[in-house]
């Protein structure tokens, strides 16, 4: 099909959206039309939640400009929370030690390789990630992560501080990572200069199937948006998924259907499309 059905579009509860690239233009702004249709179809019901590879204490700046306070999924599904109750509903933490021996096993393949490591709400970095995150992190960077490593890990970030921005950098960055984590972990990255790492089997598409479980929706009840990488198994998994017009090829492969360039208000449009089908 080249475009989802009234009755498809009309039975949707349930928006899983991701952030950078999807909900914001290239540049980093959301538009008002954006943010008109997100707040839009939370006040005709619909469950609007924000899926992110950014974990809580980087997403800071989008909560505050989306103000949404339900359900939000960050670190590619490690982490769900209900802002409004400041709850954290369910987490899936790396082990200490896989955690530092990942760390140190990178640093024995790679060089210039830097990491930042994310804990529940707080994060720990080396000298370089503050240039190549959305938002300020919090804190003073240090020169090595691995003391800091004293508690359970939500995700370790990995990053190239002499090329931070090469593409070539962060698939070979990615093809080592999955390399070294022998099936420890799950590795993806979004577009961001960083590869990240989060524990066994966990994906956006992990939590939000166990988040519509909570709320007594089916597969058919969710749709999907995003526009990368780690996006692919939430899009491959709901029952409506829409990848961005400037998505990766295997994002655009792995949805239903594609939309609007984000610079285009491609899901604000789709959005509205949702709400018109349900009012109908």
């Given amino acids: 099909m080249t475009s989802p059905t009234h009755d498809q579009l009309a039975a949707i509860e349930l928006l899983g959206i991701d952030i950078d690239g999807t909900m914001l233009r290239t540049d980093g702004v959301m538009t008002d039309r954006t943010k008109a249709a997100l707040h839009a179809a939370r006040d005709v019901g619909l469950h609007v939640v924000p899926t992110t590879g950014r974990p809580y204490i980087v997403s800071l700046d989008v909560i505050e400009l989306l103000d949404l306070n339900e359900h939000w999924i960050f670190a590619n599904g490690a982490i769900t929370r209900h802002l409004g109750r400041e709850e954290t509903v369910r987490a899936y933490w790396m082990e200490i030690e896989t955690a530092a021996g990942l760390v140190r096993t990178m640093r024995e393949r790679l060089d210039n390789i830097r990491f930042a490591v994310e804990f529940e709400i707080d994060v720990a970095y080396e000298h370089g990630f503050e240039k190549i995150v959305p938002s300020q992190p919090p804190g003073d960077p240090v020169d090595d992560v691995i003391p800091a490593i004293i508690e359970r890990v939500q995700k370790v970030l990995v990053f190239d501080a002499a090329r931070p921005h090469s593409f070539d950098a962060l698939d070979e960055l990615y093809e080592t990572t999955v390399a070294v984590l022998d099936g420890q972990g799950v590795a993806s990255y ?56 400037n998505a990766t090829d295997d994002a655009k492969e792995a949805a239903n259907y594609t939309i609007g360039h984000t610079d285009e208000d491609g899901l604000a449009v789709l959005i509205e499309q949702i709400l018109d089908a349900k009012r109908a």
């Avoid at 909570?214 to 899009?235: E, R």
């Fill in 190 to 245: 979004s577009g961001l200069s960083f590869i990240e790492v989060a524990a066994k089997s966990v994906t956006k598409a992990t939590a939000l199937e166990l988040l519509a479980g909570d709320f007594g929706l089916s597969q058919s009840q969710v749709a999907t948006f995003g526009d990368n990488h780690n996006d692919v198994p939430m899009l491959e998994w709901a029952g409506s998924s829409f990848a961005m017009g």
